[in-house]
């Protein structure tokens, strides 16, 4: 019988734990925050004799991803098909969750997983090297739970930000280099882009990047940029309550158009409409938009994700941000599938609802024409 674990099942988890693995073991504190407080569900297997195997699934906030964190079936009981009844009921969930697409980690050396995985129609994503505390290495594996979806995607390359105020440089980073293969993308330009953009002052630690000086940013590297900023005036002043930040930030903007106008790069003053930003996806362009982060971190920070495919009902974006605090890895972050609904919420921050999404474009790319014409600073 397959059924929800509940805290009467901890000590048997932890043992079973210990029977399973010699590495990377969850401890007892882990399992009692996953049972109680986790996004998380675990599923158990259970015998006459006790708890046989254990499926654990990790669930994240505002995306429609699922990811298998651990999957374990005690020796005395495989060969019963338990690993892959386990399997079926953590996709099941994950379903029922509104999750359309399931991710997990698999040893190189663990060949009943393997086959576990890939003869219920996981494909393998990449190969990661030194992932277990081992040094085995990994292979990465998804499943989509709606086949039904047709999604419209490029292959956008992920970049994991370095530090916690370069969001928008690492996704800049991203866009380009699906534009531009050869372009070689390392923390060194991570750091030299936001040095170049940073235009906003946080509430505390270092600045992060508005859409123009990113829009800049792209420019100089020989890529066109398209701008759709809601409001005018200085981009999210509001954060800031210091006048002299407030001074420095207005500025920091007006140099920055300055140089837009001068360039005579693409500014729209209003809201793209998500339809419209498909529109220019499907042409070529690379959307980078700006969200806040609440609906997925619980935490109020403007953030930036790139946008990497559309479907009917979802939009998949990658998010430089892993939060390593939460057990996610990168797999969490790539691709990740968001209701389009969920999407145009969060695309949006502060009191004034201010958005912001620039469209990174090959130099010369032919652009479809926006209902507006492209406005001027003034």
């Not at 939060?323 to 790539?334: F, K, L, M």
Request: with cysteine.
């Amino acid at each position: 019988m397959i059924r929800q674990a509940t805290l009467r099942d901890l000590d048997g988890l932890v043992e079973l734990e210990r029977r399973c693995f010699a590495t990377d073991l969850i401890s007892r504190r882990s399992f009692r925050y996953l049972l109680t407080r986790a996004n998380a569900a675990i599923l158990v297997a259970e015998e006459d004799d006790g708890l046989a195997g254990y499926a654990l699934v990790l669930f994240s906030r505002g995306t429609a991803l699922a990811r298998l964190y651990s999957i374990a079936v005690d020796g005395a009981f495989r060969g019963r098909g338990i690993g892959r009844g386990l399997l079926s009921a953590a996709e099941a969930e994950a379903l029922a969750l509104g999750c359309v697409s399931m991710r997990s980690e698999v040893r190189l050396d663990n060949q009943a997983s393997l086959a576990l995985f890939e003869g219920n129609g996981y494909r393998r994503l990449e190969e990661i090297e030194d992932y277990y505390e081992d040094h085995m290495g990994a292979f990465r594996f998804e499943r989509t739970l709606a086949p039904q979806l047709e999604l419209t995607q490029v292959r956008v390359p992920y970049y994991q930000q370095t530090t916690d105020f370069t969001c928008g440089p690492a996704c800049l980073m991203m866009a380009m280099k699906a534009i531009d293969g050869t372009l070689r993308i390392d923390r060194r330009l991570e750091l030299r882009l936001w040095r170049e953009a940073t235009s906003i002052f946080m509430a505390s630690g270092h600045g992060g990047c508005g859409p123009f000086g990113l829009a800049l940013s792209a420019h100089r590297r020989g890529f066109g940029a398209e701008l759709f900023v809601k409001q005018r005036g200085v981009f999210l002043v509001d954060t800031v309550r210091d006048p002299d930040k407030k001074e420095v930030m207005r500025l920091v903007e007006e140099d920055f158009l300055d140089r837009i106008r001068e360039l005579d790069l693409p500014l729209h003053h209003r809201a793209a409409r998500f339809s419209e930003v498909q529109e220019l996806f499907d042409a070529g362009g690379i959307p980078l938009v700006l969200i806040s982060s609440w609906r997925i971190y619980q935490e109020r920070f403007p953030h930036w994700v790139v946008i990497t495919g559309f479907e009917e009902r979802f939009i998949y974006v990658h998010d430089p941000y892993v939060d390593v605090g939460q057990a996610e890895t990168v797999a969490d972050r790539i691709n990740m599938p968001i209701a389009r609904s969920e999407f145009e919420a969060m695309a949006r921050f502060g009191r004034s609802g201010q958005r912001a999404v620039l469209v990174v474009w090959p130099r010369g790319a032919q652009r479809p024409a926006a209902t507006d014409q492209a406005q001027q600073p003034a």
